[in-house]
């Protein structure tokens, strides 16, 4: 990875207080060096590169229908991330964790399981999306499956994920919360704000910092002083992971030590999930501010989905099946564009709705 | 059956574009996800993408072509034939027009209504009318400070539901800034009386994320000064959600502490947000003057499905007030009261306003002029109706607003007369306001600054004509 040069310089902190028992900040990682990779077997390689490569299929088809003038606005694809959503949504226990995050949220959706056409139909604006078309792709919400959104304001997810944890506090549901966000939202104030109560009253929270490299069109070492985002925990004591987002096995195995972790009680976690993006920022990106050839390095030598590909061939899986299987997800994702196409926009009695709950 | 590769658009208001360079030439494979062609216009430039695979049959448009119309076919691939089918199948039925939002809504016009009728009729009907509380004869009325009725209020809802809990600074162990909090510790725990650090926009993300996930947070500021801190998560995480998620889910939580001018604390400590809040769909804003209102609006506000944000006054914090000794006093958001009737003029106020417009109407009522004071209580929505009500009476209508001029509660009440009760004026309305400067500290210049029952006097009798 571009950054691996980087991280070879040795550590600039000094050992930490060896006579403080509880102080274990590096104690995870360790465990996570120990062990980097889950060991799955062909049934469960093969559904996690089943949901990577839908959420591929679906971003390109978004991005196409962008292109189409089909989506207005702003539209943020997630292609060449999709380990990472898929790696941590696969450990959690979805009858009681929750996830928040931020604008870049159609990946996170539909490894959560949410039906794409619905998602589609928002990103269209149709009254059939999962916000009857008033959110649009960057506040998509489903309640129901606990995950919570789908934020536009860089870093404001981190707090209402804090909240959501303290909620999961507050009721002893035994749930945690998974709060993703970016290099770029890393730099925000209230992103310390909620490292600081997170670790102070030991809420069930894992921050998920999604380190793409690029905070728009702005590399991390150019606008960050420590670039080894899950070190930023250190100064209000919660442990920290480095784990490589490009690689939907390590991913796993590291959010499941996160998990045991966050689960007895022993507060929030910082992971940084080391990936890229292949696409632009958003839909109008420039291109100008990293070369080509960087891109073509990415995907070609660790893009996620074609590593779980080889390794699933290793497992035995025939490439007949493997391209049987991008049919069946190029004809959900077609059938999610033509429903998104096809469906009604919202009635225009809308406007006026849900602008407040109740009646006054 | 070929693909026909179009050329995109990349921004919703693009219609034409270069087709800078292609870095693929006929006859290459080409997979999903590989760069065919740069796009450029005036404002960006553009990777364009293969969706498909299969092989550039032939390439339509010429590399560095300018103003190529968004969705000309600029290259045909050939689909691997099996593949290819399902592939092409949706792109045919897209016309040229098709791809032009513009286009695109009036094919949509017809709206399908089956769905979204209940909801209709639901909306236009009146909502309910809810009145104060009937205070039967015979009540116990209690005196009871203002800061007293907001903590009765907050424990008695706190005994009511468990998901309710209390959260700011110094509000636990210090009992409160302002002791508005004395003695919630005590009856529930820290587990429900929670202390923060003094960060204002992470704990109004906590609160807001804890309402998302089903709590009932009543967050408390320090004063509303220090909510500026925090107006990201009342506005874009609280206010907007129910609506952006299409009433999916909502964002049950109370904002409150202290607001407007306190004494001599200088212009960073002293302004009025109520106008900055009450602008924002998606927010109940409330600013109650005396105890009962206090209380009886801020059991309303925790029990409300919506994000409220209730405004107090630390001066009006320790003025004592008669309060029926009822069980559940409940006083309905939305609704303005009249706290003292007349016929000659109406002022209307809100907050410590209204105890500046009753000193002003005791004074005109000696020079024989009746004032009628009108208590807004709710600042958003607020009771139009109330207000026109009131001028079709009097004639005659002035605010009393302890705020800035520019922009303010006054300019919207003065427009919702201009608008609804042009025929009714007598007399242009007027606004007394606090003078359009940061709050002096100075003793002398902190009083000229502010309203006082002189000016709001002067201001009712110029309208009056005496």
Redesign the interface.
């Known amino acids: 990875m571009a950054k691996a040069a980087r991280k070879s310089a040795p550590p600039a902190a000094p050992d930490l207080d060896e006579d403080d028992e509880n102080f274990a900040l590096r104690s995870l990682q360790q465990a996570h060096a120990k062990n980097r990779r889950y060991k799955a077997d062909k049934d469960e390689l093969l559904k996690l590169y089943e949901q990577m490569l839908l959420i ?2 679906f971003e ?2 978004a ?2 229908l ?5 989506i ?2 702003f539209c943020h694809l997630y ?1 060449g991330q999709e380990a990472v959503a898929v790696g941590l949504q696969s450990a959690l226990d979805n009858d009681k964790d ?1 996830v ?1 995050t931020g604008y870049r949220d159609h990946g996170h959706m539909l490894a959560y399981g949410l039906d794409p056409k619905v998602i589609m139909a928002e990103l269209t604006g149709r ?1 059939a ?7 649009g792709s960057m ?5 129901e499956h606990r995950f ?6 860089v870093g ?1 997810q ?11 506090k ?2 002893k549901d035994g749930g945690v919360c998974v709060a993703y966000f970016g290099d770029g939202a890393a730099n925000q ?2 992103v310390y ?2 490292f ?2 997170a670790s ?1 009253w030991k809420l069930p929270i894992i921050f998920v910092i999604e380190d793409n490299q690029y905070a728009m069109g702005t590399a991390s070492r150019r606008s960050s002083a420590e670039t080894h985002f899950h070190r930023r925990g250190t100064a209000f004591r919660i442990p920290g992971m480095d784990v490589d987002g490009m690689d939907v096995l390590e991913v796993r195995q590291a959010a499941e030590i996160a998990l045991d972790f966050v689960r007895q009680g022993n507060g929030p976690v910082l992971m940084e999930l080391n990936t890229y993006r ?3 920022h958003s ?6 501010y990293r070369s ?1 050839e960087e891109v073509q390095e990415m ?1 070609e030598k660790h893009d996620p989905i074609e590593r779980a590909k080889i390794e699933l061939i290793g497992l035995g899986e025939s490439e007949e099946a493997l391209k049987k299987l991008d ?1 069946q997800v ?2 959900l994702v ?1 059938e999610a ?2 429903f998104s ?1 096809n469906s ?7 406007l ?9 | 059956m070929a693909i026909e590769l179009k050329m995109p658009a990349l921004s919703p208001t693009m219609e034409e574009g270069k087709l800078a360079r292609w870095l693929v030439k006929e006859g290459d494979e080409v997979a999903s996800g590989d760069i065919l062609a740069e796009i450029e216009t005036d404002k960006a430039t553009m990777e364009f993408e293969a969706v498909d695979e299969g092989k550039i049959g032939k390439i339509v448009v010429p590399e560095g072509s300018e103003a190529v119309k968004v969705g000309t076919v600029i290259a045909l691939i050939e689909g691997e034939g099996d593949e290819g089918d399902s592939q092409a199948a949706p792109e045919p039925e897209k016309d040229e027009a098709g791809s032009k939002p513009e286009a695109k809504e009036e094919k949509q016009q017809p709206p399908a209504k089956e769905a979204s009728e209940a909801e209709i009729v639901k909306d236009e009907a009146p909502a309910p009318p809810r009145m104060d509380p009937e205070i039967p004869d015979g009540t116990d009325m209690k005196a009871l400070t203002v800061r007293e009725a907001l903590r009765d209020a907050m424990a008695e809802e706190m005994r009511r539901d468990d998901r309710i809990f209390v959260m700011g600074e110094e509000v636990a162990e210090y009992q409160g800034a302002y002791k508005v909090t004395q003695g919630l510790l005590d009856e529930f725990g820290p587990e429900r009386v929670i202390d923060t650090p003094i960060t204002e926009y992470g704990f109004s993300g906590v609160g807001a994320g804890a309402a998302m996930g089903g709590l009932r947070p009543v967050i408390e500021f320090m004063t509303f000064n220090f909510a500026m801190q925090a107006i990201d998560h009342i506005i874009n995480s609280a206010a907007k959600t129910n609506y952006m998620s299409g009433g999916q889910m909502r964002c049950p939580i109370v904002f409150r502490g202290p607001n407007g001018a306190a004494s001599r604390v200088g212009a960073q400590h002293s302004q009025n947000y109520a106008p900055w809040y009450a602008n924002v769909p998606g927010l109940v804003v409330i600013a109650p003057y005396d105890a009962s209102d206090a209380k009886g609006l801020l059991k309303s506000a925790i029990r409300s499905e919506d994000p409220v944000v209730f405004l107090e006054n630390e001066l009006v914090y320790g003025r004592s007030f008669e309060l029926p000794d009822l069980e559940d006093f409940l006083v309905p958001i939305g609704k303005a009261r009249i706290v003292r009737e007349g016929a000659d003029v109406t002022i209307v106020s809100y907050s410590i306003g209204v105890g500046v417009s009753l000193e002003a109407a005791a004074r005109l009522a000696e020079e024989g002029i009746e004032a009628e004071v009108i208590d807004l209580r709710t600042l958003r929505p607020l009771d139009r109706g109330a207000i026109l009500e009131s001028l079709a009476k009097t004639n005659r209508l002035i605010i009393a607003e302890e705020g800035w001029p520019t922009c303010s509660i006054a300019s919207e009440v003065i427009a919702i007369c201009m608008e609804d009760g042009f025929d009714d004026l007598d007399a242009p309305v007027l606004r007394v306001c606090d003078e359009d400067v940061p709050l002096p500290y100075a003793a002398n210049l902190e009083k000229a600054a502010l309203i006082d029952a002189d000016r709001v006097v002067e201001a009712a009798k110029k309208v009056c004509y005496r």
């Open positions: 591929r299929r390109e088809k991005g196409q962008y292109g189409l003038g089909l207005g606005g292609i929750s928040i009254a999306g999962i916000s009857k078309g008033k959110g506040h998509m919400f489903s309640v919570y959104g789908g934020h536009g304001i404001a981190v707090p209402l994920g804090t909240g959501l944890a303290f909620a999961h507050y009721r104030g209230q704000e909620s600081n109560m102070l292949y696409r632009g839909m109008s990106d420039p291109a100008k080509r995907r049919k190029r004809a077609s564009a033509d196409e009604p926009e919202p009635d225009l009695s809308e006026y709705t849900d602008v407040l709950v109740e009646r006054y």
